[in-house]
Every structure is written in structure tokens, then in C-alpha cells.
């Protein structure tokens, strides 16, 4: 099987492989997109425009969870996918008991920092008055389901590190389902404290899929299982390492979102930071699916990158860029045209949309071209080039985003605090575009 699928990547068709391999992980991506989406829509739907905004402003601070999920489950899957092709079954054995034991451990760590630290954190983007305590109230039981969501994120990255990208689908949906089913019922029956509710609902669906991805560990797995809970020195310097570079992408999303909502409020008061609370739902909403395709990309270029059929990796770079920007379309044209229906999905008040309209249409104005970024940086992934996707990712992130959020809207104001996002972003799209052609016209002459 392992075999047949080398075969598949080395020689069916790239559009076939896109459909293949992206649309299981693309759909994997939007049910977890549905999360954070959802929470937002019955906030301001429920609660208000403030809620939704709390909840908005509250979202970075979350990073923390997914940073920690991300390193312990990328690289538990990487060490596991090259495990099982050296049929080194001692080693397999040790992963899940590894990840468990590291998982509790920045868990507890996690739980007890997010709660005492949230009153700063929202101080530090700018949040006062209801927002503020709305905020904090949304963290404190936010954080108190960080071992479920840590657990079964990790352990769904395990998943499809074996090959089950359906299996892996499956449970994030039956999460997102509940969050769906849960937000409007406990917001609307706990009353006063509807913003707890919201939480709740969160942390709900994720111990349920934590109690799902336990079962399959313990009970249903065939190759791997959950044996003995303890710290392995091989496994963990191999996760941290790997792992690390998928961590610093998360923590930088943090960095980006907090400069952005502080920088918001501080040039544009509340009105600003509720518009860009609804603008960055949408914003991250329509960009996951991207990662999703990107996902189905790695194995085809790294497999014919590794049996120097370069013609193929090529081929793969046109076709996959091409279905980004159809993808990206999906999402991007029907931004521009309907959003004010959009924005006032979250609640958002009239008087905020037709003054902002403007604003989010500028945030969201590059967004058709960042499917080429995400191929782009993708494309270094695979190749075993780390070096020069992590340039493309510290250069959009922090290095040029943080002087340009930070200065120019000293100069031009809070316009400049929308359009900030979209500048940085041509910049590093145009030079991810040169660095990937001239890698790819520097294999061509090692034919």
C-alpha cells in the first residue's frame, strides 16, 4: 500500500493528486476553522458586538495552546511517519507515551499561566472597560480546556502522520459540530454569564474529542498505541527539534494578531478594535483552508524532489499555485462584494460597517495572492529547505510587519493600521515568488 501510494505520487497526474490529497485536508481545515468562526458569530449574535469582540481580542492569547499542540504534534508525526519506514516498531511503541506525558506537563503549565496572565495580556492589545471583562471571563474557562485541546490536537497530527486523514477529519468534525450545537443553547441558558457559556461549549467539544482520540489510542489502534505514560530522551530531542519551526509560526501568529487588535484600539478606539475583531475571524477563517491544500502539496513535492523528477515537482508548483488562487477566490470575492452582510453576521452595529467598510476591504485586498505564499513556503518544507521558508515566514510576520504596524500609523494614522497587513504581504508574496522560481531553475540545472 505504502508502495502503491510512492507510485501514485511519482506518477499520476498533478490535478489529480490535488483533488486526491488536498480536498480531505481542505475540508479537515475549514471544520476546524468552524471553531473560533462560530464562537464569534453566536457571540455578537447573542451577547453583543462587545462579546464578540472579547472573544476576538481573547484569540491570540490562545497561540499559547496551539504553539504547544503544534510542536509536540508535528513532530511526534514526524518521527512516527519515519518509524514505521524503517519498520522500527520499539520506537513507535514509545511515541504516544511520550506526547501524553508532554502534553499533561505544558498542559498544567498552559492552564495556570493563561488564567493569572489574561488581565495583562488583554491590557497589553488595548482592551478597557467591557471588553476587558469580558475578555478575561471568556480565558479563565477557555484555559481550563487546555489539556483536552493540547491532547487531541497533538494526537490528530499523530493521526495523519500514520495516513489517516479521514479518521483525523472525521473526530475535528464531530468537535465543531458540537461547538455549532452547544454555542447557542449554553449562551442562551446561562444568561448573564453567556460569555462562560461561549467557553464552555469550547471546552465541551473538546473533552469529547479527547475522550474519542483516548479510545482510539487505547483500544482501536492497530500500530499505534498508548503504552507507557513517560518522557523518552531519543523521541523528545527528535519532536523539539522538528517541532520547534511549526511552534514559532503559531507564536508568531500571536505577535501579528496583538499588534494588530493593540495598534486598532489605540488609533481608532473601540470602533476600530470591534471591526477588526470581525475582520480577523474572517481573515483566518478563509486562510486555513490554504494550509489544508498546502498539505496535500508536501508529500508530491517532496517525494518527486527526492526521486529528482524535477519536471514533476515544477508541474506540481503551476498546478497547486493555480488551485490556490481559485481557492483563495472562493473566499475573497465574496468578501468584497457582501461585506457588510459579512461583518454583520458578528453582530457588528450598522454605523461601525458603513464607517469601516472601507478598512476591510483594504485588510482584505491581497488575500486571492497569499494561496502563492502558503504553496511558496510549502514548497521550501518539502524540499528539506527550512532555512528559506522560515525567512518568508520571520520577514512577514515580525521583521517587517512589527516596524510597519508599529510606525506608520504614526504617520498616516489608523488607515495605516489596515493597510499595514496587505503591504507586508505583497512584499514577501513577490519575494517568495523569486526565491521559489530560482530554486526551481536551480534544479533544473542539476538534471
Same mark, same amino acid.
Given at each position: 500500500?505504502?508502495? /502503491? ?27 476546524? #476553522?468552524?471553531?473560533?468562526?462560530? /464562537? ?35 513532530? $511526534?508525526?514526524?518521527?512516527? &511517519? ?40 488583554? /491590557? ?21 480546556? !487546555? ?40 449562551? +442562551? ?12 461549549? +469550547? ?14 489510542? +487505547?483500544?482501536? &489502534? ?42 486598532? @484600539? ?20 478563509? @486562510? ?13 513535492? #517532496? ?61 482584505? $485586498?491581497?488575500?486571492?495572492?497569499? !494561496?502563492?505564499?502558503? =504553496? ?5 518544507? $518539502? ?15 515580525? @521583521? ?27 512584499? =514577501?508574496?513577490?519575494?517568495?515568488? @523569486? ?13
Amino acid at each position: 500500500m505504502k508502495q /502503491d501510494m510512492k507510485e501514485q505520487l511519482l506518477t499520476k497526474r498533478p490535478i489529480e493528486l490535488l483533488f486526491q490529497l488536498s480536498v480531505p485536508a481542505v475540508i479537515g481545515m475549514i471544520v476546524i #476553522g468552524l471553531y473560533p468562526l462560530m /464562537d464569534g458569530i453566536f457571540a455578537g449574535k447573542i451577547i453583543g458586538q462587545t462579546a464578540m469582540t472579547a472573544c476576538g481580542v481573547a484569540m491570540p492569547l490562545t497561540f499559547l495552546n496551539s504553539g504547544i499542540s503544534t510542536l509536540l504534534g508535528v513532530g $511526534s508525526a514526524s518521527v512516527l &511517519s519515519r518509524a514505521i519506514g524503517k519498520g522500527d516498531q520499539k520506537t513507535v511503541d514509545k511515541i504516544m507515551g511520550n506526547l501524553v506525558f508532554w502534553v499533561i506537563a505544558f498542559s498544567i503549565t498552559i492552564t495556570v499561566v493563561g488564567i493569572l496572565l489574561a488581565p495583562y495580556f488583554l /491590557d497589553m492589545v488595548g482592551a478597557t472597560g467591557e471588553i476587558k471583562a469580558y475578555g478575561i471571563r471568556y480565558l479563565r474557562v477557555i484555559f481550563i480546556g !487546555s489539556l483536552f485541546v493540547n491532547f487531541t490536537q497533538s494526537a490528530n497530527m499523530v493521526m495523519r502522520g500514520e495516513g489517516l486523514m479521514k479518521k483525523a477529519m472525521t473526530i475535528m468534525g464531530l468537535g465543531a459540530l458540537l461547538n455549532i450545537i452547544l454555542d447557542p443553547i449554553l449562551m +442562551t441558558i446561562m444568561g448573564k454569564y453567556a460569555i462562560e457559556g461561549a467557553a464552555l461549549a +469550547t471546552v465541551t467539544s473538546q473533552f469529547i474529542q479527547a475522550v474519542v482520540t483516548l479510545h482510539y489510542f +487505547t483500544k482501536k &489502534s492497530k500500530v499505534v498505541k498508548i503504552n507507557k505514560i513517560k518522557s523518552d530522551l531519543k523521541i523528545k530531542k527528535e519532536m523539539f527539534g522538528v517541532g520547534s519551526s511549526a511552534m514559532m509560526m503559531q507564536l508568531l501568529f500571536m505577535i501579528q494578531q496583538t499588534m494588530l487588535y493593540k495598534m486598532a @484600539f489605540k488609533y481608532g478606539g473601540d470602533p476600530n478594535g470591534i471591526l477588526m475583531a470581525a475582520s480577523l475571524r474572517v481573515y483566518a477563517f478563509s @486562510f486555513i483552508p490554504l494550509w489544508g491544500m498546502s498539505q496535500g502539496l508536501q508529500p508530491v513535492v #517532496g517525494t518527486n524532489f527526492g526521486a529528482k523528477q524535477y519536471d514533476r515537482v515544477r508541474e506540481a508548483m503551476k498546478v497547486f499555485c493555480i488551485g490556490g488562487l481559485v481557492l483563495a477566490s472562493i473566499f475573497w470575492i465574496p468578501s468584497l462584494l457582501f461585506s457588510s452582510q459579512i461583518l454583520s453576521l458578528f453582530g457588528v452595529e450598522a454605523n461601525i460597517i458603513a464607517s469601516g467598510i472601507g478598512n476591510f476591504r483594504l485588510f482584505y $485586498s491581497v488575500f486571492i495572492l497569499y !494561496s502563492v505564499m502558503v =504553496m511558496s513556503i510549502t514548497f521550501f518544507q $518539502s524540499i528539506g529547505n527550512g532555512k528559506k521558508a522560515g525567512i518568508i515566514v520571520m520577514f512577514r510576520q515580525l @521583521f517587517l510587519f512589527v516596524p510597519v504596524i508599529i510606525f506608520m500609523p504614526m504617520v498616516f494614522g489608523i488607515s495605516a493600521v489596515w493597510f499595514a497587513q496587505p503591504l507586508v504581504d505583497f512584499i =514577501m508574496i513577490v519575494v517568495g515568488i @523569486f526565491m521559489m522560481t530560482g530554486e526551481i531553475k536551480k534544479m533544473n540545472t542539476t538534471i
